[in-house]
């Protein structure tokens, strides 16, 4: 099972430096012909410190959310500590899903003036994250504190959440680019492709979960 983990993960990062940062670079409309926008604009996107943060965010989700289990009837393995690190993995990615549909609704209302009124109180768009980071943290664990099998009920609203995400995400990225705005297209893509990133990691651990609880089956009606 854990081989299977490392392999999946390897190739969720795969997909995510390889697939959807490019994808990200090309929906912003760069004026460049295409093989322009993959040897200057891709270089300079991987080689920009800020794209790896949420990169980094969610490649670790996918990490913990695979190789962390949680079940609060074995208290004899403190499950408060694991409930705890899942909690903050969890509310880490509602918290980027909540961020990109904000400013995504905000950038189809007010173009390239998105985040004036508050961004600047907030600490940016990484301040607002983070805010938004602890408020899901405090409701996830208020909710699913004395709950089992959190990590298979976080996946489920993870993978509700980002369909929900861009179901708002890309009809405001239609918005932002007929009107030709210079940094909102920026944004409703960066939120789109934040949405498919959190939705493909729900995956990994969905297809695990199902082959372990199979597997489970195959050996009670053996033992039986």
């Known amino acids: 099972m854990r081989k299977w983990g490392i392999?999946?993960?390897?190739?969720?990062?795969?997909?995510?430096?390889?697939?959807?940062?490019?994808?990200a670079i090309f929906m912003t409309g760069s004026p460049d012909p295409l093989r322009k926008v993959f040897s200057a604009d891709l270089i300079g996107a991987l080689t920009f410190w800020i794209t790896w943060i949420p990169v980094?965010?969610?490649?670790?989700?996918?990490a913990v959310l695979l190789f962390l289990s949680v079940d609060t009837t074995q208290k004899r393995l403190k499950p408060r500590t694991h409930i705890a690190v899942s909690v903050v993995v969890s509310s880490l990615l509602f918290g980027l899903l909540s961020s990109a549909v904000i400013l995504c609704v905000d950038a189809a209302i007010r173009g390239d003036k998105f985040g004036d009124k508050y961004l600047d109180y907030l600490g940016g768009p990484f301040g607002f994250?983070?805010?938004l980071w602890a408020l899901w943290a405090v409701v996830f664990y208020l909710y699913f504190r004395n709950s089992a099998g959190f990590t298979?009920?976080?996946?489920?609203?993870l993978l509700k959440g980002s369909v929900l995400e861009l179901l708002i995400a890309v009809p405001c990225h239609v918005i932002v680019r007929r009107r030709g705005g210079c940094c909102a297209p920026v944004v409703t893509s960066f939120g789109i492709v934040a949405g498919i990133a959190v939705m493909l990691l729900c995956f990994g651990p969905s297809v695990l979960f199902l082959f372990k609880k199979r597997l489970d089956a195959y050996?009670?009606?053996?033992s039986a």
């Open 7 to 23: 392999v999946i993960s390897v190739f969720y990062a795969l997909v995510v430096v390889g697939l959807l940062i490019p994808a």
């Open 56 to 62: 980094a965010a969610v490649l670790a989700g996918q």
């Open 129 to 131: 994250w983070a805010i």
């Open 152 to 157: 298979a009920r976080a996946i489920s609203w």
């Open 219 to 222: 050996s009670a009606h053996k």
